[in-house]
């Protein structure tokens, strides 16, 4: 076996426990520490992409039990991609935090390496149960994380998040139930198997818990109507932890991605593309509903999370064409989303430190420190997010729509999509002129930063994450073509039901 397919799992648990066990106080070895081991996830990362680009699909057996009886561990093309970009992003996260949100509350470090494993292990599993393990780490980190540094807002914020995240789970240990109560197994490739063999008695209760586990897949992806939580959850937490949680919807939505092209796809026999009818309408109504929402904040931080919500609305739309080209689409769009989003969490919080008490809100203040630095980011990050020429953004949508030519859906798709990327264009256009073009030299006889003080001047430090994260958005673009090409091969990869399954259950798991 290849123990590739483990080692991001292992290192940011090991580092977790080995953190825990150094002393608090030791804030600049569990800076170092943590900061070496993310550094070193991205060199297992870019081996399990570059060992994946050969096509070959590495499945680890867990005790060396065979599948399906064992635990599996199973990396792909499409699962070797998400840990990649989720150890660039922790980078980046994890960089700005040590300017000082990681010293506001207690075990940061820890917190973030967990949910970097919980992160790693939901793109990682091979078993459906472990899939619910791994969400449930998530949550746990997540929450932590989120009500860092304290506050009431924080609190109320978290209390929805963790609640409706309960339920949840608890309608995926039923949909589990179900399922192993009829097919006896939870090893995807098995499902995968057994569902296109399911006798027509058990139909019905084998889509019973399809249908369940769209519901919970659908809450992590913050899908329409299951949305709700997110945009108060997002624009309340510490801007690197938001930075992080750009990923976290991308586990709902790649978990939505794996489970119905390969257990619920078009070799499932009765059950084939169960989502068919449902997940277009949904992810086209998540965009409308997340334009809305870019329109109607009234702070800059709530508009990024509607931003994220929009992206979730996107990139199911895109899966949901159920083509090569489609997943494609979605693929190169995902990770410019992510990075492009957690960015402006990023750029949001450094504008928020220099506003005094007017803060992230939509309105008219005072010039603030850098300001023509800052307005350069944020024009090329709206450039980014709003879909415009030549950045990814714009090519990730143009691919997007280029999939949904032979759709019968693809008036709906065309409009929906523009139409966002006009709301989209408006919304920003109005935060920007709001920060940076209707401020107004301040008063100093009522000086504005009575609250928090006089800001301090932008360093290189500061802009590092940010810029870091635009860079990886502009080598998207200029590699737009290599990045393309692999993600083809994803998609039908993907696509390749029978592929799977030999490897999990042929090989025995080894």
Same mark, same amino acid.
């Given at each position: 076996?290849?123990?590739?397919?483990?080692?991001?799992?292992?290192?940011?648990?090991?580092?977790?426990?080995?953190?825990?066990?150094?002393?608090?106080?030791?804030?600049?070895?569990?800076? %170092?520490?943590?900061?070496?081991?993310?550094?070193?996830?991205?060199?297992?990362?870019?081996?399990?992409?570059?060992?994946?680009?050969?096509?070959?699909?590495?499945?680890?057996?867990?005790?060396?039990?065979?599948?399906?009886?064992? &635990?599996?561990?199973?990396?792909?093309?499409?699962?070797?991609?998400?840990?990649?970009?989720?150890?660039?992003?922790?980078?980046?996260?994890?960089?700005?935090?040590?300017?000082?949100?990681?010293?506001?509350?207690?075990?940061?470090? &820890?917190?973030?390496?967990?949910?970097?494993?919980?992160?790693? !292990?939901?793109?990682?599993?091979?078993?459906?149960?472990?899939?619910?393990?791994?969400?449930?780490?998530?949550?746990?980190?997540?929450?932590?994380?989120?009500?860092?540094?304290?506050?009431?807002?924080?609190?109320?914020?978290?209390?929805?998040?963790?609640?409706? $995240?309960?339920?949840?789970?608890?309608?995926?240990?039923?949909?589990?139930?179900?399922?192993?109560?009829?097919?006896?197994?939870?090893?995807?490739?098995?499902?995968?198997?057994?569902?296109?063999?399911?006798?027509?008695? $058990?139909?019905?209760?084998?889509?019973?818990?399809?249908?369940?586990?769209?519901?919970?897949?659908?809450?992590?992806?913050?899908?329409?109507?299951?949305?709700?939580?997110?945009?108060?959850?997002?624009?309340?937490?510490?801007?690197?932890?938001?930075?992080?949680?750009?990923?976290?919807?991308?586990?709902?939505?790649?978990?939505?991605?794996?489970?119905?092209?390969?257990?619920?796809?078009?070799?499932?026999?009765?059950?084939? $593309?169960?989502?068919?009818?449902?997940?277009?309408?949904?992810?086209?109504?998540?965009?409308? &509903? !997340?334009?809305?929402?870019?329109?109607?904040?009234?702070?800059?931080?709530?508009?990024?999370?509607?931003?994220?919500?929009?992206?979730?609305?996107?990139?199911?739309?895109?899966?949901?064409?159920?083509?090569? %080209?489609? &997943?494609?689409?979605?693929?190169?769009?995902?990770?410019?989303?992510?990075?492009?989003?957690?960015?402006?969490?990023?750029?949001?919080?450094?504008?928020?430190?220099?506003?005094?008490?007017?803060?992230?809100?939509?309105?008219?203040?005072?010039?603030?420190?850098?300001?023509?630095?800052?307005?350069?980011?944020?024009?090329?990050?709206?450039?980014?997010?709003?879909?415009?020429?030549?950045?990814?953004?714009?090519?990730?949508?143009?691919?997007?729509?280029?999939?949904?030519?032979?759709?019968?859906?693809?008036?709906?798709?065309?409009?929906?999509?523009?139409? $966002?990327?006009?709301?989209?264009?408006?919304?920003?256009?109005?935060?920007?002129?709001?920060?940076?073009?209707?401020?107004?030299?301040?008063?100093?006889?009522?000086?504005?930063?009575?609250?928090?003080?006089?800001?301090?001047?932008?360093?290189?430090?500061?802009?590092?994450?940010?810029?870091?994260?635009?860079?990886?958005?502009?080598?998207?673009?200029?590699?737009?073509?290599?990045?393309?090409?692999?993600?083809?091969?994803?998609?039908?990869?993907?696509?390749?039901?029978?592929?799977?399954?030999?490897?999990?259950?042929?090989?025995?798991?080894?």
């Amino acid at each position: 076996m290849s123990h590739l397919a483990i080692f991001p799992l292992l290192l940011p648990l090991f580092t977790g426990i080995f953190l825990l066990l150094l002393r608090e106080q030791r804030i600049y070895i569990k800076r %170092t520490i943590s900061l070496l081991s993310n550094l070193a996830l991205i060199g297992i990362a870019f081996q399990l992409v570059c060992t994946a680009s050969t096509g070959s699909i590495l499945v680890y057996a867990l005790g060396d039990w065979p599948a399906p009886f064992g &635990i599996v561990l199973m990396a792909d093309r499409l699962a070797a991609l998400l840990v990649l970009t989720t150890s660039l992003l922790a980078l980046f996260s994890q960089v700005y935090a040590m300017r000082g949100t990681d010293r506001e509350g207690r075990q940061f470090h &820890i917190l973030f390496q967990l949910q970097l494993f919980g992160l790693n !292990g939901a793109f990682l599993t091979g078993d459906l149960f472990n899939l619910f393990v791994f969400f449930e780490v998530l949550l746990l980190a997540s929450y932590s994380l989120l009500l860092h540094g304290g506050g009431r807002k924080r609190i109320r914020s978290g209390l929805h998040f963790v609640v409706i $995240n309960v339920v949840g789970s608890s309608l995926f240990l039923i949909a589990a139930g179900i399922l192993y109560g009829v097919l006896g197994t939870l090893n995807m490739a098995d499902l995968a198997v057994k569902v296109a063999q399911v006798s027509p008695d $058990n139909v019905s209760l084998v889509k019973t818990a399809g249908l369940l586990l769209f519901i919970v897949f659908g809450l992590k992806a913050a899908l329409l109507p299951l949305y709700l939580w997110l945009p108060s959850a997002y624009s309340q937490t510490s801007a690197p932890v938001a930075a992080l949680f750009a990923i976290m919807t991308k586990v709902g939505i790649y978990s939505i991605l794996r489970i119905y092209t390969l257990v619920f796809g078009n070799e499932a026999g009765p059950l084939a $593309n169960l989502l068919d009818g449902w997940l277009l309408a949904m992810a086209l109504a998540t965009i409308i &509903i !997340g334009s809305f929402g870019l329109l109607g904040s009234k702070r800059l931080r709530q508009q990024v999370a509607y931003l994220v919500v929009v992206s979730a609305g996107t990139l199911l739309t895109s899966f949901s064409l159920n083509s090569t %080209t489609g &997943i494609a689409a979605g693929l190169y769009y995902l990770p410019h989303t992510t990075f492009a989003t957690a960015a402006l969490f990023l750029l949001a919080d450094l504008i928020v430190k220099r506003r005094g008490q007017v803060e992230d809100r939509l309105e008219a203040g005072y010039v603030i420190t850098h300001q023509r630095v800052l307005s350069i980011l944020f024009f090329m990050l709206a450039i980014l997010v709003c879909g415009l020429p030549p950045l990814s953004g714009f090519l990730g949508k143009f691919m997007v729509l280029r999939a949904a030519l032979e759709h019968p859906a693809l008036p709906y798709i065309m409009l929906i999509v523009l139409a $966002n990327g006009l709301l989209s264009i408006i919304a920003m256009a109005r935060s920007g002129s709001l920060f940076f073009f209707e401020a107004h030299a301040m008063d100093r006889s009522t000086n504005s930063y009575t609250k928090q003080g006089q800001p301090e001047p932008l360093s290189l430090r500061e802009m590092l994450p940010i810029l870091g994260l635009l860079l990886l958005c502009l080598g998207m673009t200029f590699c737009a073509g290599p990045i393309n090409r692999f993600n083809l091969d994803t998609a039908s990869q993907l696509l390749d039901v029978p592929a799977y399954t030999d490897a999990v259950l042929g090989s025995g798991g080894q």
